[in-house]
């Protein structure tokens, strides 16, 4: 009797044990806070469901660390707790797990109109007491999950959207689709490749100007291009502005100019040019604005024996809106020497031609956009590209047509005495030019 009662205590104490465990476990599995489910069940419910289709949101809380800092975990907690509330009632048959501080992942079974639960929850939101006396809002980055790809790597095309969002104030959820997933991952690895290939796999193109009057060739302008073994053409639309978030844009600048200097030298000295030829290149206001860049650009012409009337340094609008005075300053340096400076990119804005006049600029390069508005509406467009034309000849400066790509346009730049063109019809940029 004494040993079948020792056994049913032993064994009543292992079931106790086991519930205990049973109860810890399921503690675990729910955040104490939310009552929804933890980091631990999430990374539990990725492993199991990786051939599951559907669709992985990822939500942020905007302005919840402010409201942690200024007013105090509890009102933050409050906070957290009525988007758990919401969540539940949106996503009332999928998974809600609060995976950190005021992070969620939720995976919805049903893949159809996922906008629809989007806007309920924005309208929950906007709708409380709560969130609008603490102004919190959310941001929510969604990827259409198949059953080739794992949950975990769902939540990171959804957290690539979220970033997206963070760097454009205007939209507030995004859907991670496979374009964008695919141009995300091309801009990062853009991005670590860089700055290592600007010396070693960038080079210049030149694309040619023509005197319009009697179609000689009066110049070129140097373009940066960068080919790569791996990811193979790479458009300036993609690398610079990349470039010039990471500060690193007066690399390209600096390369192109050498490349152009050099290049203006080997053809006068072969005589494949005239000695009145220009090339031009371009220069980012972060390079202008560099303690170096006058030396530098003297330097050079010093060192290929090149006279500055044979250079033509582009700059733009915008340069001389951020810092005109520290602008004009250096580009009659430049004029000092003897360099041409051309206006690039010009429309027909009022700021722009008001500049103009003040500038020490010899020649102002009209942007396509102008022809392509001709071709739009030719009888207003005509009379802009005219008007601007006068503007132009009465401030004593030349004009170059850019994106000249029709005979039309042409015979009217010539009809309208336009000195120069440059465009697809009359030269592509080219690597070997007059090699």
């Not at 508005?373 to 590209?385: C, R």
Request: hydrophobic share 40%.
């Amino acid at each position: 009797m004494g040993n079948s009662l020792m056994i049913l205590i032993f064994i009543a104490f292992q079931v106790a044990i086991f519930f205990k465990y049973l109860r810890i476990k399921n503690q675990l599995k729910r955040d104490d806070l939310t009552k929804l489910y933890s980091r631990k069940s999430y990374n539990e419910f990725c492993k199991s469901n990786n051939n599951k289709t559907g669709v992985t949101f990822l939500l942020n809380l905007n302005n919840f660390r402010k409201v942690n800092d200024l007013h105090g975990h509890e009102d933050g907690d409050l906070i957290l707790q009525e988007t758990s509330i919401f969540l539940k009632s949106v996503f009332k048959k999928d998974k809600i797990f609060r995976i950190s501080g005021d992070e969620f992942y939720i995976f919805s079974y049903n893949d159809k109109n996922p906008i629809y639960k989007i806007e309920n929850l924005k309208e929950l939101f906007s709708n409380s007491f709560l969130m609008k006396k603490y102004n919190v809002s959310f941001t929510l980055g969604y990827h259409k999950k198949s059953n080739c790809i794992s949950s975990e790597e769902s939540l990171k095309c959804s957290d690539m959207a979220i970033n997206a969002i963070k760097k454009n104030s205007e939209i507030w959820y995004k859907e991670a689709t496979s374009n964008f997933i695919e141009k995300t991952r091309r801009n990062k690895r853009i991005k670590s490749l860089l700055e290592n290939s600007i010396n070693t796999e960038f080079y210049a193109v030149f694309q040619p100007k023509y005197n319009l009057s009697d179609n000689t060739l009066s110049g070129a302008e140097a373009l940066a291009r960068w080919e790569n073994t791996d990811l193979k053409f790479i458009s300036p639309a993609e690398f610079i502005p990349l470039a010039e978030k990471m500060g690193i844009v007066y690399k390209i600048d600096y390369k192109i100019a050498e490349e152009a200097i050099k290049k203006v030298a080997a053809l006068l000295e072969k005589k494949a040019v005239t000695k009145d030829f220009r090339l031009s290149f371009n220069m980012s206001s972060e390079t202008f604005m560099r303690e170096d860049m006058l030396p530098y650009i003297f330097d050079l012409l010093e060192f290929y024996k090149v006279d500055g009337t044979n250079i033509e340094i582009e700059i733009t609008e915008s340069m001389i809106l951020k810092n005109s005075k520290t602008t004009i300053e250096r580009l009659e340096k430049l004029k000092e020497k003897n360099i041409f400076i051309s206006m690039d990119d010009f429309t027909a804005g009022y700021s722009t031609v008001g500049l103009l006049a003040t500038l020490p600029v010899d020649i102002v390069k009209f942007d396509r956009s102008l022809i392509l508005a001709m071709n739009e509406d030719k009888q207003k467009g005509k009379v802009i590209y005219k008007g601007l034309v006068k503007i132009m000849k009465s401030l004593g400066l030349k004009i170059v047509a850019e994106g000249i790509e029709k005979e039309e346009d042409l015979e009217f730049l010539i009809q309208n005495s336009v000195e120069y063109g440059q465009g697809f019809l009359l030269g592509k940029p080219q690597r070997d030019f007059l090699n």
